[in-house]
């Protein structure tokens, strides 16, 4: 059974940075994106980053574009969101998902992963 399990979220002041993790289990499809995802209060969810097993190439979406880093250590079957430059409009739940590619699927969407963790709370203060 796959699991994915998010750590690294809380509180952070505007300006500051975090990094979340992803622990991944059970997940042993070769052909595979992993992707962050976040939803903010009575909005839709969003795909913020992806980086895909091939040939690790890396997907953001613009509200990620320089100033978030998206990175895997398939070693320990983790993987990563960087964001710096936190701001109020960052708060929100953030999940981290995976999906086993059968073809050539782009992971840029939400509804495009099949598996999801449970999701970790970013709260970002003024």
């Known amino acids: 059974q796959v699991h994915l399990v998010e750590s690294g979220g809380g509180s952070v002041q505007a300006g500051g940075s975090l990094r979340l993790s992803c622990e991944v289990s059970?997940?042993?499809?070769?052909?595979?994106?992993m992707g962050w995802v976040r939803q903010r209060s009575g909005q839709k969810r969003e795909a913020l980053a992806s980086?895909?097993?091939?040939?690790?190439?890396?997907w953001y979406a613009d509200s990620m574009k320089g100033r978030s880093y998206i990175s895997r250590d398939t070693t320990d079957n983790l993987f990563y969101l960087q964001i710096r430059n936190l701001t109020p409009d960052d708060t929100a739940m953030y999940y981290c998902?995976?999906?086993?590619?059968?073809?050539?699927?782009?992971?840029?969407?939400?509804?495009?992963?099949?598996?999801w963790g449970q999701g970790i709370q970013v709260t970002v203060s003024p």
């Open positions: 998902a995976a999906l086993s590619r059968t073809g050539f699927e782009a992971c840029t969407t939400p509804g495009i992963f099949t598996h």
């Open positions: 980086i895909y097993s091939t040939d690790d190439f890396t």
């Open positions: 059970g997940f042993t499809a070769r052909r595979n994106c």
